[in-house]
């Protein structure tokens, strides 16, 4: 079983940057997919960013393709996610993921069979 904790989230203005950072632990061999989404409080879990962890490969989605940065730090099991241009409809809840596959994961909303195991999610919140 894996666990995942989430940090870096905040308060900043439009335009502004964030960090986010996951740290992985316990059983983490199986986990060659991970990725991060968001959800606002009633509304549908929302893909972003997704990487293949053996082969550093990365997928976006559109609304954040050339904004976020996903990376990895495997001597950290550490999972990055670099937000910049930062625009108030990137408030949500933002969460680390574990993934069986990239397809049905950078979409909205996601296919829930695709995840394997999330974090407890970090806010971000943007404003105008």
């Known amino acids: 079983q894996v666990l995942l904790v989430e940090s870096g989230g905040g308060s900043v203005q439009a335009g502004g940057s964030l960090r986010l950072s996951c740290v992985a632990s316990g059983d983490t061999s199986s986990s060659d997919y991970m990725g991060w989404f968001r959800q606002v409080p009633g509304k549908t879990r929302e893909g972003l960013a997704a990487?293949?962890?053996?082969?550093?490969?990365?997928y976006y989605a559109n609304s954040v393709k050339g904004r976020f940065t996903i990376s990895q730090d495997n001597a950290k099991n550490t999972l990055n996610l670099q937000m910049n241009s930062l625009k108030p409809e990137d408030t949500a809840m933002y969460y680390c993921?574990?993934?069986?596959?990239?397809?049905?994961?950078?979409?909205?909303?996601?296919?829930?069979?695709?995840?394997?195991?999330w974090g407890q999610g970090t806010l971000v919140t943007i404003s105008s």
């Open positions: 993921a574990t993934l069986r596959a990239v397809v049905g994961f950078i979409r909205n909303p996601i296919l829930p069979s695709i995840l394997r195991a």
């Open positions: 990487i293949y962890i053996p082969g550093r490969t990365s």
